[in-house]
């Protein structure tokens, strides 16, 4: 156990390594990174003093080890637009990001299950069909488009939900006000609907499909047909031995699906102007502030690929057969 | 020796045409057995001949502002006795020449990167599963720091820095997909290059380069197509969405996702035909990506079908 763990330990670390290897990449493949941290009419003087003052008149190397030591200690520099370090103004959009990912990813996990399930059992059926083809549609929809129609449909024609804002409830609980954290909760799942849904609507097909095709599997399977000769209820058949197996593949994806749920995030935001790390990066894309744009990048990436960690971690301790 | 050729084991020969053609007729049998699949082929067609002929198909200039005639709704009488028949948007510019340019944007991205991405993890792929050892190590390593990393978050921080254009869109797309090839095109080789028709070309002393590229490859190209063909599908999602993040082509250009941009502060209005078209046009290509990857993957590999 201890080996595995230091082992993904390790591994992790050479991943932020890489990581952070390609953001000041990035940063250079343009040529002189200068350019981006200066307006259009700064004077040759004004570009070179900016040039020393950031570092870039350093041989590469001495860059990246400099970079490399900035960034560990969480500083990405000052945000262009804001006048403020970057990594502050990430840290407080975080905890909205979050928020609306862990919904979404619930939302994504929780109702795959019974439709994949239902579809599995019902097989050929119209509501295998109606199912499968709604999760082929699912899959072919842009995640920011669903969003544009939910707004038109059920903010705009309906009038059922709101179309954008949020209602934080994880900042005030980090704060220790519990009161008003969990007088907030209904209003912050209220507000989180639509964007959420929008977000997993993608991987909500994509679970289901899943967790149909191993469901699929597993009914074939002896230990099914044993359970059902010995006269169990049908109900106790699925539950307790089908379903159990059959959604070992969707636990094994939850840390990939974070990633991508947060790829989903950062345009969605956008869409119902919701107050995140997502709805940060495209104003920082727009006003070419590249400092916050790469601490908004590399705080994702490193949630990313902690999370990815400990869900292997939990994975291995969960599953037996997973050798360590 | 029917089967070999079937397998694309033997390089020409008269058995392996007529085989070809009998492929072909299985292969049209399952997909009108199938009906989807015709369905979408009809569709990706027509996006083609939308693509190719754009400019002689659409009735108006796409980037021919009216102020006068902005945001006139569907049907509505455009300039010169034209019709609006999408609508008009916020610069009165007609939404259906728009959408039948964009056509040409989202396809050429997808179909290129994907060449790209597939022509780097095949090489890739080959080179780690045949030698194997170090460059195989880091190979995959090199992957698994791509993957461990959310793609979109690796093509934002790409094409701010590059700045948009369809030539960096293709290149970060691209280069965003390579891993998928080249794992699968790793894992063939592994098992292909133990073979005794591999170790036949060694034997007769064929060069590293044609063993690799004559003799194993082409029994890789099954299961590629099938990666491509979802592929297609997931790279035409993902530049909409940069195009719609303002990361696409330059902002002359029209694409389906920054249409899909601009109709976001006339959401409010309810011009709700800025935003329906654009989306409709990118559902139906991309749903029908996936509905001829679904089929071919049957088709290709019928075990997987019992599994759904």
Redesign the interface.
């Known amino acids: 156990m201890w080996t595995f763990i230091v082992r993904r330990l390790l591994?992790s670390v050479?991943?932020i390594l890489?990581?952070t290897l390609?953001?000041f990449i990035?940063?250079q493949?343009?040529g002189d990174?200068t350019y981006?941290f200066v307006s259009e009419r700064a004077t040759d003087e004004e570009i070179a003093m900016v040039r020393r003052a950031l570092g870039f008149d350093q041989p590469l190397h001495i860059q990246y080890l400099t970079y490399l030591g900035n960034v560990a200690q969480g500083d990405f520099g000052n945000s262009l637009s804001y006048r403020q370090p970057a990594m502050e103004i990430v840290l407080g959009a975080l905890p909205a990001t979050i928020e609306l990912t862990i919904f979404a990813m619930l939302f994504a996990i929780v109702l795959a299950i019974p439709f994949g399930v239902f579809a599995?059992l019902y097989?050929g059926t119209a509501v295998d069909g109606s199912i499968?083809t709604m999760a082929?549609?699912g899959?072919?929809?842009?995640?920011?488009?669903l969003g544009?129609?939910m707004?038109?449909f059920f903010g705009?024609y309906l009038g059922w939900l709101p179309?954008s804002g949020h209602v934080p409830f994880l900042m005030p609980l980090l704060r220790g006000d519990f009161v008003t954290a969990f007088t907030n909760l209904p209003q912050t799942i209220y507000y989180l609907i639509l964007p959420g849904v929008a977000v997993a609507f993608y991987s909500l097909s994509r679970n289901a499909?899943l967790v149909?095709?191993s469901m699929?599997?597993v009914l074939g399977q002896d230990y099914v047909r044993t359970a059902r000769s010995k006269g169990i209820s049908e109900y106790a058949v699925i539950t307790h031995h089908a379903l159990r197996n059959a959604w070992l593949p969707v636990v094994t994806m939850i840390g990939l699906e974070f990633?991508?749920l947060?790829?989903?995030v950062?345009?969605i935001e956008?869409?119902f102007s919701y107050p995140g790390i997502g709805r940060l990066?495209?104003n920082a894309?727009?006003q070419?502030d590249?400092p916050l744009?790469?601490a908004s990048?590399i705080v994702?990436?490193v949630i990313?690929?902690v999370l990815?960690l400990v869900v292997d971690l939990v994975y291995a301790r969960i599953d037996p057969r997973v050798k360590l | 020796m029917t089967d070999m050729a079937s397998d694309g084991l033997t390089t020409l020969s008269p058995q392996r045409e007529s085989n070809f053609r009998r492929e072909l007729k299985r292969a049209v049998r399952s997909m009108v057995a199938a009906k989807w699949p015709v369905l979408a082929l009809v569709v990706l067609g027509a996006v083609l001949i939308v693509a190719i002929f754009g400019p002689l198909l659409a009735p108006l200039d796409p980037n021919r502002q009216n102020i006068m005639l902005r945001l006139a709704e569907p049907m509505a009488e455009g300039p010169r006795g034209a019709t609006f028949w999408l609508g008009s948007d916020a610069l009165g510019r007609d939404v259906l020449s728009r959408l039948l340019y964009g056509a040409r944007i989202s396809l050429l991205v997808g179909v290129c990167a994907i060449f790209v991405g597939g022509a780097i993890g095949t090489v890739a792929g080959l080179v780690a599963g045949y030698f194997g050892g170090r460059i195989d190590d880091v190979f995959m390593?090199l992957g698994?720091?791509q993957l461990?990393?959310?793609?979109?978050?690796?093509a934002?921080?790409?094409l701010?820095?590059?700045?948009p254009g369809v030539v960096n869109l293709i290149l970060v797309l691209g280069i965003g997909q390579w891993v998928t090839y080249a794992r699968i095109v790793r894992a063939q080789t592994l098992s292909l290059r133990e073979k005794e028709f591999v170790e036949a070309a060694r034997a007769l002393g064929d060069s590293t380069t044609s063993i690799i590229f004559r003799t194993i490859l082409p029994n890789i190209v099954a299961p590629l197509t099938v990666i491509a063909s979802f592929n297609v599908?997931s790279v035409i999602?993902a530049e909409?969405?940069l195009s719609?993040?303002?990361?696409g082509v330059p902002p002359e250009v029209p694409t389906w996702?920054s249409m899909?941009a601009e109709?976001?502060e006339q959401?409010?209005a309810?011009k709700?035909w800025l935003?329906?078209f654009?989306?409709l046009a990118?559902?139906l290509t991309?749903?029908s990506f996936?509905?001829i990857g679904?089929w071919l993957r049957d088709f290709l590999d019928p075990r997987l079908k019992?599994?759904?």
Request: aromatic fraction near 10%.
């Open positions: 591994q050479i991943v890489g990581v390609i953001s990035a940063l493949i343009g990174p981006l599995a097989r499968m082929m549609f899959q072919s929809v842009p995640n920011f488009w544009i129609m707004i038109l705009l179309i499909r149909r095709s699929l599997e990633g991508f947060l790829g989903g950062v345009v956008t869409v990066v495209f894309i727009n070419r590249i744009v790469q990048v994702l990436s990313f690929i990815n | 390593r698994d720091i461990a990393f959310p793609f979109i978050l690796l934002i921080m790409f701010v820095v590059l700045g599908a999602l909409a969405a719609f993040l303002g990361l996702g899909l109709s976001r959401l409010i309810n709700w935003a329906v654009p989306g990118i559902v991309v749903l996936n509905i679904d019992e599994r759904g």
